[in-house]
């Protein structure tokens, strides 16, 4: 299973991803930067990524707790995510994200 | 909170001056005030308490020995409770700003002005210090302290202003009720037709929408225009509208914490990728008499565990006692069996 991860240069990292992993538990596994400040409590919102457009109706919606975080994060978008909430499985299999910009 | 918090700007003198009030810095006052060291606490919060209040007071903790589930609120309150009988002074709401040395000990002063002395001093500043978050839009940094503010400390500067709070937390909410009355003219922009924020607030702020005397839009920032610090317009984006120009002259942003190492940065103390390097015998670093415990240090085999931090505060109070009171002799002793121990908690 992948996870395709988009850092804030431009490189690409096709990440080894594991069933039932948070994508932000895979991607701070890789040693991206992503500070994940809370560990996936949803108290944070710095572990913002942002989805794909051709993911973004394919991954299961955001619950209201993280819908109301996001209001937390900066640069958000329509296809923001925080992917400490978004649980890795064989149907998100390549899913694709981009690392939002930071706090500065 | 029932705690002994210190006017901002004052000048103390103490025997350890503690950075942090996170739970590691509060059990460190219980260590060092049953050796007798007066202790002093500085947190740029406005409450005791560290990640454990700031990011997950209502959530169960389950490996604090001895307490089967705890809240990171309820954690605070019984560490709180537990230090009580010790009168540390707090001082809150400031950032520690530099570390100078005083003679035998450190001169710390906060950037609210506050001076302490103090023999020793404890780096408990965890994850870094709790700062605004800075939005990352292009040359905002320009305009920080003349157009842009992370916090509102003097309201007056917005009296009559063409002022933008973005953000949709109780920050920005009340503060968009706060400045409205003497704002010339108010608008909250916010990514998304809802709130975070507490009902009540949102409710009178659609309230005052409603009869006109402030404006809500839903988009994003994406830029910043004016000259000389001074903003003339935002630059907002929406799907349908694209790009298009709101007047501004004061930007408020609000959008929570983040922890950044801060200060500590320029203590001049030893770093190793913003972390404390310390042994494990005193939990001292490079420095001697700068001692750094918790979340904030680093050694061999290092967790970053709530449980390590206190048993890091126990074995730092031992050398912070030889520093302090040299010519007295450290006596190992239970709070089970030592009366003086039972006195100094005020149970015997
Ligand atoms: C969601 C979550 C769940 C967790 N669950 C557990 C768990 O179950 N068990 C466990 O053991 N641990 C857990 N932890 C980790 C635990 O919270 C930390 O190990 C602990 O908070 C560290 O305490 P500390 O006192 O070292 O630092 P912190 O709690 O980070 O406190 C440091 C304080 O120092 C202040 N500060 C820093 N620099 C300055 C400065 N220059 N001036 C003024 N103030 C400053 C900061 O504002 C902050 O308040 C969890 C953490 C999170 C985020
Ligand atoms: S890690 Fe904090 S909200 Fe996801």
Known sequence: MKLIVTDRTGKVHELQARDDWSAMEVIRDANLPLSAECGGACACATCHVYVDEAWVDRIPAAQQQEVDMLDFGVAVQENSRLSCQIKMNAELDGLQVTLAPESL | MSANVAQPGGQHKTDVVIIGAGPIGLFAVFELGLLDLKTHLIDILDRPGGQCTELYPEKPIYD?????????????????????????????????????????????????????????VVIAAGGGSFTPKKPPIPGIESYENTSVFYAVRKMERFRDKVVVIAGGGDSALDWTLNLQPIAKKLVLVHHRDGFRAAPDSVNKMRALVAEG????????????????????????????????????????????????????????????????????????????????????????????????????????????????????KLRFQYTTSSSSLQKKLGVA
């Open chain 2, 64 to 120: 604090i020995p001895g307490l089967v589930e705890v809240t990171g609120q309820g954690l605070t309150d019984k560490l709180m409770d537990q230090i009580k009988p010790f009168g540390a002074t707090f001082h809150l709401s400031q950032m520690a700003e530099s570390l100078e040395k005083a003679g035998d000990g450190w001169r710390i002063t906060t950037d609210a002005g506050t001076q302490i002395e103090a023999r020793v």
């Open chain 2, 213 to 328: 005397k402030m404006e809500f839009q839903v988009a994003n920032i994406k830029g910043l225009n004016g000259a000389n610090g001074q903003l003339s317009s935002l630059t907002l984006n929406t799907k349908e509208k694209g790009d298009y120009q709101l007047p501004a002259e004061m930007l408020l942003p609000f959008f929570g914490l983040t922890m950044k190492l801060g200060p500590v940065a320029n203590f001049g103390i030893n770093l190793h990728e913003n972390l404390v390097p310390v042994d494990t015998e005193k939990f001292e670093t490079t420095t001697p008499g700068i001692f750094a415990i918790g979340d904030i240090n680093t050694y061999p085999g290092k967790l970053k565990l709530i449980l390590s931090g206190f048993h890091e505060g126990a074995l730092m109070a031992q050398q912070a006692f030889r520093y302090c009171k040299p010519d007295e």
